[in-house]
Structure formats: structure tokens, C-alpha cells
């Protein structure tokens, strides 16, 4: 046989060994000990690696549940589901989910709000906010949808009168919408709160009314009319519920002249009809 | 002097990318965001170094001597995987944040012409272990350098209003020419 052909499968083949040799040995010294419980825990959580749970991402947050650091209900976006599923897991109690949901403070759409510019820059309210946004009211929403592009569960969209709305059943609580809002107005809430003053508008009666139709004016009826006292507080020109004081009904929403506080109302929103009807009644 | 000239040379005069075009692929698929083109390029730059040195020993005591430079293009394969493998296993232990940050890009450097076309240039112009060095070093910093600037240009043209028709791959095609078109200029500088 060609001497050529001997040499170059003895090479090819030696070579082949050696380079077997050395991963074999490398694989023994250097292989990492990984927790299977881990990668079972990896196929339970949303892997959406969105932070809410405050580590960061899922992989990091399943290491420290294995070592205790973390409870089975810290993984907000999983809920009670997957709380459950980790408890079952790891073989400890099983505890009550929390899970906040956001709610828009602020009902200044296109319709509602004066505008005082035009704005033609980066569609986006971060780039907007720089320029003090093209609305009169510099406390509410820009409606550029930053926080509808946070959102990676699909839970919020933008409404035809230019504000974001959240899907209630969809939305997981992770707060990546209140990271993306420049001016603040997304906060997150437990189910059981229901009332809300929709407005963030610092500015006096007079000039938040000029500005926004449903802005909060700071007449102090809601703060009369709730039945605790120290439930509702009128701080710099802003109506505040206090949730620890103040019972959630609907009775300080009655007397409102702008409607901006309102119980249980973002049950029934949907995304195209809420607005066009309570548009209809304030007007 | 002669291993300054190599790493000039490799790295901006005949850099891999912009006058060879070769590891196009990773060029224009890792070079979206500045942080993961950065780290591309360090990872490329390691494995080219190591595979530089590692593919000399082996030309010039096992493939020359046997008369076998036939065998140069499957060799230098299949080292530049298994030091690819051994790469990945070793930071995987020494530093897992860096291993999760690089995890998808080192597999992809097993297949990055640009690390066989160095190998294999190398053994053609008959170069000595340092200039080897040197030339892997260099092509890695070239490597780097093609993939930092067309992850800063493209970051940059995301605010830029450009016609619609040339939205997306068309423009990056084109400034990759252009980039590839400056980097003639330096074609005068030395000549190795």
C-alpha cells in the first residue's frame, strides 16, 4: 500500500487521539457540578428572565432557590401556578402567590388632553419627556407606548385614543412597564385595591382643568366623602388614597366633578369600547 | 520589527474581514449591539492566538516533516474545535457569568472562516512561532476592531432616517463596503 496513505492515517488518527486524550482529561477536571434540581426547576419558571423577582434572571433565581435564598412565591410572573409546581418541587409548603397587577394612572388620551406642540422627534416617550412632551400637562402619559414595548407578555396595548391599556388576565406583575415610564404613571397594585385616583397632575384646579378634562383639581370631595378619615388626603393639589385606611367603594367617586376617581373601573375596560363610552358621558 | 509589521499587517492593513472577507458571517450577525460584538471579538481574539501557536507546532513537527501538507485544511479543523471545546469547558468553570455571556457566540467560533484562513495563511507564508503569535494576535485585534465598528455604526443607524427600501440588510451590506472601501487606504502603509 502507498506509504503516503499509512502516514497520513497515522497522523490524522494520532492527532485525533490526542486531541480525545486532552478533552477527556479536561472534561474530568474541569467539569462543572451542576444541581439537576435546577434544570428542573429551569423547565417550570416562565424563563422570560424579566427581573420582577428582583435576581438576575430565571437561571440565577433557580440557584438561589435551591440553596434556600429565595421562596417558592418570589417568581411573580409565575403566580400561583408555578409557585405551586416549586413547592412541589422541592418538597416544601405550599404559599399564596402574590401577584400585583399595573394600573395606568392617568386618563389624559388625545381627546381628554390639550396639547400645546407638535412634536415631531423619536417616537418614544423617553425622547419625548426630554422636551417636556407635546401635551399641556407635563404629568401625563406622552402616549408614545415605551411601556407597551416593555411589556413581554403582550398584556398592555395602545387604545385609538393614544393610552396604554392592561389586559388584566395577561398581566403577569412583573413591572417592567413602571421601569419604562418616564413620568411614573404606571404603578402596581394588588387585585383587591379598586379604587384610583387617575391622575398625577400636580398642578393647581384652574390650570390642571385647562389642561386635561379628567385631571384631578383638588375640590376635596372625595376626601369629605370617604368614610375614614385620613382614606383620601389631598397632597400639592393631588387626591391620594391611602389603601391602608381607606375601605375600597365607590362612595368618594360620586361627587367627583372630573370623574378622575373611579372604583373598579379597570375591570371593565376593554380595549376599544371603554374609552369611546365614558368619553360620551363626561362631554 | 518583522513581528510588528506581522501584527500591523494582520490587523489593519490585510484585516481578515474588511480586505480578506473572510468570518463575514459573524460580522454581520453579532455586530447589532456594541457589548456583544465587544465580547465576540475578545473570544475570536483568544481562540485565534491559541489556534495560531497550537497549528504551527503542529505544521512543523508533524505535517511538514512527514511531507502531508495535503492534510493542512482537516487538521487545522479539527483543532480549532477541540480548542474551542476546551475553551468553553474552562470558562465554564472558572467564570459562569462570562460562560452565559458567551455561551451561544463560542460554538460559532469553531466555524469562523476567519480563524482557519489565519491558520492557513500562516502556513503559507512560512512564518516563525513568535511572528504566528504575533499574526494570530493580530488578526484577532483586526477581527475585534472590523466587528467594533460596525456594531457602532449600526447602533448609531438605528436613529438614522434611511430610505425604505434599503432598510435592514441592504444598508449594513453597504456600509460594510464602505467600511471594507476605507480600509484600502491603509493599503500603502507596509506591505507584508
Request: proline share 4%; aromatic share 8%.
Amino acid at each position: 500500500m502507498d506509504a503516503t496513505f499509512i502516514i497520513s492515517v497515522a497522523a490524522m488518527g494520532g492527532l485525533g487521539i490526542i486531541f480525545a486524550f486532552f478533552l477527556v482529561l479536561a472534561d474530568k477536571k474541569l467539569r462543572v457540578e451542576e444541581d439537576p434540581v435546577v434544570e428542573k426547576i429551569l423547565d417550570v419558571l416562565p424563563m422570560t428572565n424579566c427581573g420582577a423577582c428582583g435576581r438576575g434572571g430565571c437561571h440565577v433565581f433557580a440557584e438561589m432557590l435551591v440553596t434556600k435564598q429565595v421562596t417558592v412565591n418570589a417568581c411573580v410572573p409565575g403566580g400561583q401556578e408555578v409557585s405551586d409546581k416549586l413547592a412541589e418541587l422541592l418538597g416544601v409548603e405550599k404559599v399564596d402567590a402574590q401577584r400585583p397587577i399595573a394600573v395606568v394612572l392617568c386618563r389624559g388620551g388625545n381627546v381628554e388632553a390639550q396639547k400645546s406642540a407638535i412634536y415631531r422627534g423619536e417616537k418614544s416617550c423617553i425622547a419625548a419627556d426630554l422636551l417636556g412632551g407635546d401635551k399641556s400637562c407635563v404629568y401625563g402619559c406622552l402616549g408614545y407606548g415605551d411601556c407597551v414595548q416593555a411589556c413581554k407578555f403582550d398584556a398592555m396595548a395602545m387604545n385609538d385614543n393614544g393610552l396604554p391599556v392592561v389586559f388584566y388576565d395577561k398581566c403577569v406583575g412583573c413591572a417592567a412597564c413602571v421601569e419604562a415610564c418616564p413620568r411614573d404613571l404606571i404603578e402596581m397594585h394588588p387585585p383587591e385595591h379598586k379604587l384610583f385616583v387617575y391622575c398625577k397632575s400636580l398642578d393647581k384646579g384652574a390650570v390642571a382643568k385647562k389642561a386635561c378634562k379628567v385631571a384631578c383639581i383638588a375640590c376635596k370631595l372625595c376626601e369629605k366623602d370617604c368614610e375614614v378619615t385620613g382614606g383620601i388626603t389631598i397632597e400639592d393639589n393631588l387626591a391620594i388614597v391611602n389603601y391602608e385606611l381607606c375601605p375600597q367603594d365607590d362612595v368618594p367617586t360620586k361627587r367627583c366633578p372630573t370623574k378622575c376617581i373611579l372604583y373598579g373601573e379597570d375591570e371593565k375596560m376593554t380595549r376599544d369600547s371603554f374609552y369611546s363610552s365614558r368619553l360620551k358621558k363626561a362631554v | 520589527m518583522n513581528v510588528v509589521l506581522v501584527f500591523l499587517s494582520a490587523a489593519i492593513v490585510n484585516n481578515l474581514v474588511l480586505s480578506y472577507f473572510l468570518g463575514i458571517c459573524p460580522f454581520l450577525g453579532v455586530s447589532r449591539r456594541l457589548d456583544t460584538a465587544v465580547n465576540m471579538g475578545l473570544a475570536t481574539t483568544f481562540v485565534m492566538t491559541l489556534a495560531a501557536v497550537i497549528t504551527w507546532l503542529i505544521n512543523n513537527y508533524i505535517l511538514i516533516p512527514f511531507d502531508l501538507p495535503f492534510l493542512q485544511n482537516v487538521t487545522f479543523i479539527i483543532t480549532i474545535a477541540s480548542l474551542v471545546q476546551l475553551v468553553e469547558m474552562f470558562i465554564r468553570k472558572s467564570s459562569p457569568p462570562l460562560y452565559r455571556s458567551l455561551g451561544i457566540y463560542l460554538p460559532l467560533i469553531t466555524t469562523n472562516c476567519a480563524i482557519l484562513g489565519l491558520t492557513l495563511f500562516e502556513a503559507l507564508r512560512e512564518y516563525s512561532l513568535i511572528e504566528s503569535l504575533f499574526f494570530g494576535l493580530g488578526g484577532g485585534v483586526g477581527f475585534t476592531l472590523a466587528l467594533v465598528l460596525m456594531a457602532g455604526m449600526r447602533e448609531e443607524l438605528e436613529f438614522a432616517d434611511v430610505p425604505k427600501a434599503l432598510q435592514g440588510a441592504p444598508m449594513t451590506l453597504l456600509i460594510a463596503g464602505m467600511l471594507a472601501l476605507a480600509f484600502m487606504g491603509f493599503a500603502g502603509l507596509l506591505s507584508v
